[in-house]
């Protein structure tokens, strides 16, 4: 074929593509099955994506978890200690990781910190069913020692997950380890306690963990300043009164 007549054909080509497409578009066609305008399909997230998304629920976030196998202390527990309460909760505590109770009961905060928790949250005119209660790890580190940060690392997206489910108006952050994952802080907790820090846009209310009020029962009027501030803004920021 000369080069003229190669044109010549390239050229028709063309021009009946484009008279066959004039004419799908005027049958209502407007794009060409696997055409550029095709919708993409979802791409896959990965599970850190999807836990950081904000689209989980509590439930949902729950069975992400699954039988975790993310980080090394997952030998070590009875059970994962997910987390308690109201999935609407307007104040979520945040605590360190499960003891034995916990590890025991499959519930955060059970034991004798726990009871002592219960009371400060009374203390402020709520009950403990009408908050919400976790912790930054979800599974008990061997003889309750403190968390390592590839521990804390890997089970930290579902921490956010949880508080992105929640979406509480206030959070309250209990000892040096749920601040240091919440605030990326590394600040003593005796300079952050007392004042409400932001948490993208949630005030972080920072206090002794009960654990450590139990060893040091002179700092418990010092928590119970820090708890005062939850009382007097609560209302405030909820819309909702305190008995
Ligand atoms: N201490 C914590 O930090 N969390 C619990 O659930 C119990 C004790």
């Given at each position: 074929m000369s080069p003229q007549h190669f044109r010549h054909e390239v050229a028709d080509v063309v021009?009946?593509?484009?008279?066959?497409?004039?004419?799908?578009?005027?049958?209502?066609?407007?794009?060409l099955p696997g055409g550029p305008e095709m919708p993409e399909p979802e791409k896959p997230r990965s599970e850190r994506e999807l836990l950081l998304s904000g689209t989980l629920t509590l439930q949902a976030t729950r069975q992400v978890l699954g039988e975790c196998t993310r980080c090394k202390l997952h030998p070590h527990r009875t059970q994962i200690v997910f987390g308690v309460g109201n999935p609407q909760a307007d104040l979520v505590f945040v605590g360190e990781a499960p003891g034995a109770d916990e590890d025991a009961q499959g519930e955060p905060f059970v034991g004798r910190a726990g009871q002592l928790l219960t009371r400060m949250i009374e203390a402020i005119g709520l009950r403990r069913?009408?908050?919400?209660?976790?912790?930054?790890?979800?599974?008990?580190?061997?003889?309750?020692?403190?968390?390592?940060?590839?521990?804390?690392?890997?089970?930290?997206?579902?921490?956010?997950?949880?508080?992105?489910?929640?979406?509480?108006?206030?959070?309250?952050?209990?000892?040096?380890?749920?601040?240091?994952a919440l605030l990326k802080a590394k600040t003593p907790l005796s300079k952050l306690r007392g004042k409400f820090h932001d948490y993208y846009g949630i005030p972080l209310l920072v206090t002794y963990h009960p654990a450590y009020l139990l060893r040091n029962p002179n700092e418990k009027k010092t928590a119970w300043q820090d708890l005062q501030l939850l009382q007097r803004d609560y209302t405030r920021l909820t819309g909702r009164p305190l008995r």
């Open positions: 021009k009946k593509t484009r008279d066959f497409l004039e004419a799908q578009r005027q049958l209502g066609l407007d794009f069913e009408e908050v919400y209660i976790c912790n930054v790890l979800k599974c008990r580190p061997p003889n309750n020692r403190t968390p390592e940060s590839d521990e804390i690392a890997s089970c930290e997206p579902f921490l956010i997950a949880q508080l992105k489910a929640i979406k509480p108006k206030l959070i309250c952050a209990l000892g040096g380890i749920a601040v240091s």
